[in-house]
């Protein structure tokens, strides 16, 4: 049967007891909403309900919310190229591509270093394969990088995905190269910034807490302010990539100085 004895009111408060440290939110506030879904986070990632969706038959590692999100951004865009690093299973390759086939335009490009034999066969049967290409090797390699360079040369419209390997540096080195393929406009989206909340859940691991994508995201903006970090993508507040939809100006909004002040980001509700 339902459980529905979980009753609140306006006057409910939520505590958050760890050893050492008691929190205390009112729910129905904002900050309660960003701490039920900082939990929500935590919790999704303790039980890897990220590994749970599957796209058209095909598994992606992400939350719903993030889905439905990228959809609105890649459905607004329509892009000629979408370049992915980390491809994994292949599902956000196949989310990708149902859009540009929905589109009528645009292409996926895949890039990951290691790209199993049963996830190439999966993706080159799908009836979306002529919307992908893949790329073998790493994606901080320059050679792999000149590979995605050559073939995304003289797009319209490019939208670059960085979801491979979550340490800081490789994140960074990504940012760095990749940045140059994104036209004015579009985004540079960088997953799973979410790693820097979740390395005290009990399977978190604790390098998780120095090293994760949003130390790089944030050395990123301080030298690209031609970049900013657009919230409206995030606005579900359940996401494993905060911070992560970075917009590149269009050349008539960066007349702006050259040099903009960098804010560190506003302190996420600590919930330890
Ligand atoms: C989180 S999974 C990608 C999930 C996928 N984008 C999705 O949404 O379903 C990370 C992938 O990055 C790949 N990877 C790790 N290090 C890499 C590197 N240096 N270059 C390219 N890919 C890398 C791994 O092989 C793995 O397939």
Known sequence: MYDRT?????????????????????LYSPEGLRAVASMWVKLGAQYKLMYEPT??????????SDI????????RLRPDWIVECGVAHGGSA?????LC????????LGVDVEIRKHNRATLEAHPLAHR??????????????????RRVAGSGCVVVVLDSNHSTEHVLAELRLYEQLVTPGSYLVVMDGAQAD????????REWRLSHPLEAIERFLAAHPE??????YTRLHVTCCPHGFLRKKRRDEWSAPLVAEHQPYPEEVAIR
Do not use: C, N
């Open 6 to 26: 979980l009753t609140t009111d306006s006057s409910t408060r939520l505590t958050i007891e760890t050893a050492g440290s008691r929190r205390t939110v009112d």
């Open 55 to 64: 796209w058209l038959g095909v598994p992606i590692i992400q939350f719903p």
């Open 68 to 75: 439905v999100l990228m959809q609105e951004l890649l459905w």
């Open 94 to 98: 196949i989310l990708y591509a149902s």
């Open 101 to 108: 086939e929905l589109a009528g335009k645009g292409r996926v």
């Open 132 to 149: 992908i290409e893949l790329i073998e090797g790493s994606s901080t390699a320059q050679d792999t990088f000149e590979r995605v360079r």
């Open 198 to 205: 979740v390395w005290d859940i009990p399977r978190g691991q």
């Open 227 to 232: 970049y900013e970090d657009d919230p409206h």
